[in-house]
C-alpha cells in the first residue's frame, strides 16, 4: 500500500509544484521506504519549503508530552520551524505569509487523546482564515479503522472536537468532517492512501512503524493505547511511562501481580493474554518514579478482535481485586465508577450507548 505522500509525489504534484510550500510534520511522515516528507517535495519540480511547524513532541518527535515549544530553525534545511504546540496552538496570520499551500503529513495513534490530529484542526481553520489551500496526506490508523469504542470525550483545551477514545477514523477523514461540519470553509484536499483496507492491522499494511512520539514506540503501542490511555487519569496506577514499554506493562507498588494475571487470563478477553509484570519507572516525574511495581504486560493473539477499552478497564478491575484497594481516578475521567458499583460491563455499556450519534456522522465522511 501507499501513504498519501507516496501518492502525492507520483501522482497529484500539481498540489506543489511551483509552490512555496508549509509543511507540518515530525519523523513519521516518510514513504515505505522511509524517505521523509522533506526530502521527497524538494524532490518535486519547482517546489520550495518555505516553512516547517511542528506538533507536540517537536520536529523531530524527541521532547517529552506535555512540553511546550519554542520556534526555531532547521539546521538541515535552514528553513524556519514554527511551533505549534507552545505559546499558541494555530499557525499565526504572520506565518502563513509566502505560503502557497499547507500541507499536513503526522502518523496518528488512532485515540482521541493524541494531540496531532486537533493540530491539523487548528491549522486546517488558519489556512482557510487566510485563503491557503490545506492538503492532507493520510496515513493508515494503527488500530484499524473498523472498531469504535467509547466513552465519547468532551472537547476541551486542545482536544477541541468530541471523539470517542478509540475512533476509528484516518486524518484524511477526521478533516473532511470537521471542515464540513464545522463550517471551517478550507480549500481541503486529501490525497488517499492507494491498498489501505479498514480492517487492516498496522503488520498487513507493510509500513515501517516510525515513532510519533518517545512513549509510542511500536505499532503495538499504539493499538494498546487506545485504551490504556485511560490509566493516565488514575493517580495509583502507572501506565508503563519510564519504561521501555510504556502502555503495555502497567501497574502499581500494591498490586499483587500474579493475582492479577490470573484473573484477567480466566476472563476470556478477546485478542489478548497477560504475565505478571514487575517494573521500576526510572524516568523523575513520573508515577512511582524509583519504586517496584507489580502488574500484567499484555500481548496481542488477534489484534483484530482486540478490544482495547475493555481490556484497560478489565486491567483496573483486576489490579483493585488483586490487593482489595480501590483504584483513585480523577473525579470527571472515564472510569470513575469503576469498583464503586459499577461493572466493566456495565462501563462498557455505557460508554457504547453514547457512540451511536457519532457512528451516524462518522459514516458520512468515510473514504475507505
Known amino acids: 500500500m501507499k501513504p498519501g505522500i507516496e501518492v502525492l509525489v507520483a501522482e497529484q504534484r500539481q498540489l506543489v509544484e511551483g509552490k512555496r510550500v508549509g509543511l507540518i510534520t515530525n519523523p513519521t511522515g516518510v514513504d515505505a521506504d522511509l524517505r521523509g516528507d522533506v526530502d521527497l517535495l524538494r524532490s518535486v519540480p519547482g517546489t520550495r519549503l518555505a516553512a516547517l511547524f511542528a506538533g507536540e513532541h517537536g520536529l523531530r518527535g524527541a521532547e517529552d508530552a506535555g512540553k511546550k515549544l519554542e520556534g526555531s530553525v532547521d539546521p538541515y534545511t535552514g528553513v524556519p520551524v514554527y511551533s505549534l504546540y507552545g505559546q499558541t496552538v494555530r499557525p499565526k496570520p504572520e506565518w502563513l505569509r509566502g505560503i502557497d499551500v499547507l500541507i499536513f503529513d503526522i502518523q496518528n495513534t488512532g485515540s482521541s487523546l493524541y494531540t496531532f490530529k486537533f493540530t491539523m484542526s487548528f491549522a486546517m481553520e488558519a489556512a482557510a482564515k487566510a485563503g491557503i489551500p490545506f492538503v492532507v496526506l493520510d496515513r493508515p490508523h494503527p488500530a484499524g479503522g473498523v472498531v469504535v469504542e467509547g466513552p465519547m470525550l468532551a472537547a476541551r483545551d486542545i482536544w477541541r472536537h468530541p471523539l470517542p477514545v478509540?475512533?476509528?477514523?484516518?486524518?484524511?477523514?477526521?478533516?473532511?468532517?470537521?471542515?464540513?461540519?464545522?463550517?471551517?470553509?478550507?480549500?481541503?484536499?486529501?490525497?488517499?492512501?492507494?491498498?489501505?483496507?479498514?480492517?487492516?492491522?498496522?503488520?498487513?499494511?507493510?509500513?515501517?512503524?516510525?515513532?510519533?512520539?518517545?512513549?509510542?514506540?511500536?505499532?503495538?503501542?499504539?493499538?494498546?493505547?487506545?485504551?490504556?490511555?485511560?490509566?493516565?487519569?488514575?493517580?495509583?496506577?502507572?501506565?508503563?511511562?519510564?519504561?521501555?514499554?510504556?502502555?503495555?506493562?502497567?501497574?502499581?507498588?500494591?498490586?499483587?501481580?500474579?493475582?492479577?494475571?490470573?484473573?484477567?487470563?480466566?476472563?476470556?478477553?478477546?485478542?489478548?493474554?497477560?504475565?505478571?509484570?514487575?517494573?521500576?519507572?526510572?524516568?523523575?516525574?513520573?508515577?512511582?518514579?524509583?519504586?517496584?511495581?507489580?502488574?500484567?504486560?499484555?500481548?496481542?493473539?488477534d489484534r483484530r478482535a482486540y478490544r482495547a477499552v475493555l481490556t484497560t478497564l478489565s486491567i483496573l478491575d483486576a489490579y483493585r481485586r488483586s490487593a482489595a484497594q480501590a483504584i483513585a481516578p480523577a473525579p470527571d475521567a472515564p472510569v470513575a465508577g469503576l469498583g464503586s458499583g459499577d461493572s466493566v460491563g456495565q462501563r462498557v455499556a455505557a460508554y457504547q450507548a453514547g457512540i451511536e450519534q457519532f457512528m451516524h456522522l462518522r459514516g458520512k465522511y468515510l473514504l475507505y
Open 166 to 301: 478509540r475512533h476509528g477514523m484516518t486524518n484524511g477523514e477526521l478533516a473532511t468532517m470537521w471542515n464540513e461540519e464545522y463550517h471551517m470553509g478550507a480549500k481541503l484536499t486529501v490525497v488517499k492512501m492507494q491498498g489501505w483496507r479498514r480492517e487492516m492491522t498496522w503488520e498487513e499494511t507493510g509500513l515501517p512503524w516510525v515513532m510519533p512520539s518517545p512513549n509510542i514506540p511500536t505499532a503495538d503501542t499504539a493499538l494498546a493505547y487506545t485504551g490504556q490511555v485511560l490509566i493516565e487519569s488514575v493517580s495509583n496506577v502507572a501506565e508503563g511511562r519510564g519504561t521501555t514499554k510504556p502502555f503495555l506493562i502497567t501497574g502499581a507498588p500494591w498490586v499483587d501481580a500474579v493475582k492479577a494475571a490470573a484473573d484477567l487470563n480466566a476472563r476470556g478477553l478477546p485478542g489478548v493474554s497477560f504475565r505478571p509484570a514487575y517494573f521500576t519507572p526510572t524516568k523523575p516525574g513520573e508515577k512511582f518514579y524509583g519504586q517496584m511495581c507489580g502488574g500484567v504486560e499484555l500481548y496481542f493473539t
